[in-house]
């Protein structure tokens, strides 16, 4: 009986031991889902693309009051992971009153240690 205890002890130490935290769980199955970790690590660009909202940071009439946005109608970021570089690209208009109705469009990167933007002439500064 002594036996079958201590087996019963080792196996269920066993198994809590062999058991990922909820955490590493997540991950997993998020993993799983995309196609396993092997799939996941082959990944060389990644492309986030949609449209929303663009907080104006710092430019509220007084500390109080609400934070201006821009109206972001397209917008694309693109990771370049393999070749450490990335490049955002969005219009956005300004929403707050009084502001410049006119579309912005910012177009800027980065590759490796070098970031730059791009006029929309196409000019790189």
Known sequence: MKHILRLMLVAGLAGVSATAPPEMQAV??????????????AVNT?????????????QNVTPDSALPNFDVKDFKRTL???????RQQ????????????????QNFGVDADVAFNVSPDGMIA
């Open 28 to 41: 997993s199955d998020a993993a799983g889902a995309l196609g396993g970790r092997d799939r996941i690590l």
């Open 46 to 58: 990644l492309t986030l693309e949609g449209s929303g909202t663009n907080g104006n940071l710092g």
């Open 80 to 86: 370049d992971l393999a070749n450490q570089r990335a």
């Open 90 to 105: 969005q219009t956005r208009v300004a929403t707050a009153p009084g502001a410049n109705p006119q579309p912005q469009v």
